[in-house]
């Protein structure tokens, strides 16, 4: 079944938190509502299945039709349809981007702008710097949870966002996941600039090729090949 509570954040970053190593190492966002709910968006930086690296795009002159559609900034957790329409993401049928153009990175290493970490927080940093700034983050709800301080930043309740990432075309034990019309991703709106920065993310084990109706990946079908790497670090983690 597709995943659950799915939707956009509509907050401002305050802080950030990079993660190493290996597992399930994640990028760390600290947002804020216009109510003063706090939350927090795991991103995924590394994959659980082979290949480990994920695939991205960073558009930063994102121009589309779903910005019309989203939420008032500031509002906090808003519930999507998964439809089209709406302001739901979908990779393969929303014509966001060209998903020839993700290319792929480590989570972390030695040296600037040479990972994903290093991406993310290019665009993070900037929001945070601009208090005009309003980030969209869409993925699935977690929490809140009143008993329970947030992991990572410790406010309370525990709140937030995870899944910024595609979500059909997947394999294994993951496929339980698939959908359509609940993709995840990041915006990020300078006013200021009248300019948008969109995030993509997706995992190399997903396929580009899925049905309709369910997200699932459609049989004889598979990722998009070699994508382009667009660093060769010297050392890897």
């Known amino acids: ?22 597992g399930t190492p994640h990028y760390q ?11 927090r ?69 030695p040296g600037p702008d040479n990972d994903l970490g290093d991406v993310l927080d290019r665009c993070v ?38 899944d910024i990432h595609m979500n059909q075309g997947n394999s294994g034990r993951f496929t339980g996941d698939d959908g359509v019309y609940q993709d995840g991703g990041l915006l990020v709106h300078l006013p200021d600039r009248g300019r948008w920065t969109a995030v993509f993310l997706a995992f190399q084990s997903q396929s580009w090729h899925t049905d309709d109706r369910t997200g699932h990946t459609l049989p004889g079908t598979t990722p998009v090949p070699h994508p382009t790497r667009h660093h060769q670090p010297a050392e890897r983690p």
Request: aromatic letters at 8%.
């Open 1 to 22: 079944m597709p995943i659950s509570n799915y939707g956009v954040l509509a907050a401002t970053a305050v802080d950030r938190r990079r993660e190493g190593g290996t």
């Open 29 to 39: 966002i600290h947002l804020r509502d216009g109510q003063g709910t706090d939350y």
């Open 41 to 109: 968006a795991a991103v995924n930086v590394l994959s659980q299945q082979a290949p480990p690296d994920l695939r991205y795009l960073v558009d930063e002159d994102f121009r589309h039709p779903v910005t019309g559609l989203l939420p008032a900034a500031g509002s906090g957790w808003n519930p999507l349809p998964s439809r089209p329409g709406a302001a739901s993401l979908d990779f393969v049928r929303g014509r966001l981007f060209d998903p020839a153009a993700m290319k792929v990175l480590p989570p972390d290493a």
């Open 125 to 162: 940093q900037q929001a945070i710097a601009d208090p005009a700034a309003a980030l969209y983050v869409f993925g699935q709800r977690f929490g809140p949870e009143p008993s329970v301080p947030d992991k990572v930043f410790g406010f309370l309740p525990g709140n937030g966002v995870h």
